[in-house]
């Protein structure tokens, strides 16, 4: 085992000196002797930790997944996106940037312990075999799916392409069951959705950024420019709301689709040595429509890179609320030998006119708040990366989240509307900024007044009349507190060879 230590400590330290010697900067001297023996002392602490607990636990423990717990512990202890992604994990993500797998083409959710059927995706394997939304898939191959997580029941529907698989659904309000055999075929995940409003304005969701995203833009953009006469042509509607981030290059695209010159981001690291900048190319496929972008709380990452850019560039209006404020990037490197892969915070972004968005978020043009249910209210926000644990810091001026709330119904999509007005020219910024003013000023006495209220009850005592017994008190518990909305999932940053 001490063998086993040894040889492990000469591994690490020669993949130090290697990263270290390529930014040309290593210690000389006593400071760099010094060094070098706190990192001995503290691997031999581990190596003493792990020995003694590999032979003295109460059970046999298993030796890989002590040590993928310390990496992962390590990574974990450094910031919120820095993480130790097993071989599995890996392989998914993977899966997720590139926007294709080998699968059957259904969005599934779980419901009471099966497998729903939100909706076939068009020319796949399940809409040519007949799935439909709304049917319950109660064993994949024979096997129940009950008791399996959602993230299994999908595992076992993808796989290699030209493979076979068994479906059993249960269908309609008499659950009649259906066995449904299908081949899996390369499934293209869509992160642009696009269609056009009312003849004259070009909608496109981003809804991750993959490897499909510019060209899947460039296509929705072309289709556009032949559906609607360039005389009536009012611009561009790109709604980034929700959208965790992805890939870098795929966002310096995106913007480049809408510039042709100057900075679109530069990425800085510890070292000045590091810094990257990636500047626009003459390729702007919008020919100088008008564009507008949405984004909320939710927006994070290579969303945020594309509404700075866009923003800084006085090339787009943002309109809607402040984003999520991720603002770093995220270095994927694999280990090799199906150990998985390090995701590591290597940098961090500013958009073109030096600003950081970390932990601070970009804010738009103008504010439009959504009117939200009652049933979410409290959990339409999300927190915001300032607001998680052990974020890079930026200063003193943190951000912590904002509505992230988007209405299914698009007749009450405030923020929309709002574009739409906008790039029509029914309203000009100066109107939609004296609304937004207006609404948050009636907001902030609506809930004054309704304060005043709870203190005015609070305050009354029940009349008691002589001849009559006073009613027996009664009390309100208070509610529980609402849950906070989860953070969205952020996906690695730069791809190739990092």
């Known amino acids: 085992m001490r063998k086993t230590s040894l040889v492990l400590l000469g591994a690490a330290i020669g993949a130090s000196a290697m990263v270290i010697g390529s930014h040309g900067n290593l210690p000389v001297g006593g400071s760099a002797v010094a060094a070098a023996a706190d990192v001995y002392r503290n691997l031999n602490l581990f190596g003493d930790v792990f020995e003694k607990v590999r032979n003295d636990y109460v059970e046999k423990p298993d030796d890989k997944k002590m040590v993928e717990a310390a990496v992962a512990g390590m990574l974990a202890s450094l910031d919120p996106h ?18 294709a797998f080998g699968g059957l083409g259904i969005e599934v959710m779980q419901e ?24 319950l898939i109660t064993a994949i191959d024979g096997e129940s799916v009950q008791g399996m997580t959602l993230n299994q029941a999908v595992d076992k529907m993808r796989g290699d392409v030209n493979t076979n698989v068994k479906l059993t659904v249960l269908r309609g309000p008499k659950k009649d069951k259906l066995d449904v055999n299908l081949t899996r075929a390369v499934i293209q995940i869509k992160s642009v959705r696009s269609h056009v409003d009312n003849g004259d304005i070009g909608y496109i969701r981003i809804t991750q950024f993959t490897e499909q995203t510019f060209d899947g833009l460039k296509d929705a953009m072309a289709k ?15 709604d980034l709301r929700n959208n965790p981030g992805g890939l870098l290059d795929q966002s310096v695209a995106v913007v480049n689709a809408f510039v042709d010159k100057g900075e679109i981001v530069s990425t800085r690291g510890r070292n000045a040595d590091e810094t990257q900048r990636y500047n626009a190319r003459p390729m702007d496929l919008s020919h100088g429509k008008p564009v507008v972008v949405l984004i909320n709380g939710g927006s994070a990452s290579a969303s945020e890179i594309v509404a700075g850019a866009l923003q800084d560039h006085k090339r ?27 995701r590591l915070t290597t940098a961090r972004y500013y958009t073109p006119s030096g600003r950081s968005i970390q932990a ?13 249910p009652d049933e979410l209210k409290g959990k339409d926000d999300t927190k915001g990366e300032a607001s998680l644990k052990g974020h890079l810091k930026n200063g003193d001026e943190e951000e912590h989240g904002s509505q992230a709330y988007v209405p299914a119904d698009e007749a009450k999509d405030k923020a929309l509307h709002a574009a739409l007005d906008l790039l029509r020219g029914v309203k000009t910024v100066a109107d939609l900024k004296a609304e937004s003013a207006k609404a948050e000023a009636d ?14 009850k609070s305050e009354v005592k029940p009349e008691v009349k002589s001849d009559a017994k006073p009613d027996a008190p009664k009390t309100d518990a208070p509610a529980p507190a609402a849950p906070q909305s989860s953070e969205p999932v952020l996906k690695p940053g730069p791809s190739g060879d990092k």
Not at 224 to 238: H, L, M, R, S, T
């Open 360 to 372: 601070k978020g970009i804010e738009p043009d103008i504010a439009v708040l959504e009117d939200v």
């Open 82 to 99: 820095s993480s130790y992604m097993d071989a599995k994990s890996f392989t998914d993500m993977q899966v997720q940037t590139r926007g």
């Open 443 to 456: 907001a902030k006495a609506a809930d004054k007044k309704d304060a005043g209220k709870t203190e005015a």
């Open 224 to 238: 556009f420019q032949k559906e609607i006469p360039a005389d009536k042509f009012k611009g561009y509607v790109i």
């Open 112 to 135: 009471d312990g099966l497998v729903k059927v939100v909706a076939p995706i068009d020319d796949t394997p399940a809409a040519r075999a007949g799935i439909l939304s709304g049917d």
């Open 316 to 342: 787009a209006t943002l309109i809607g609320t402040r984003s999520f404020g991720k603002g770093s990037v995220q270095t994927i490197i694999p280990l090799g030998q199906n150990n998985g892969a390090l």
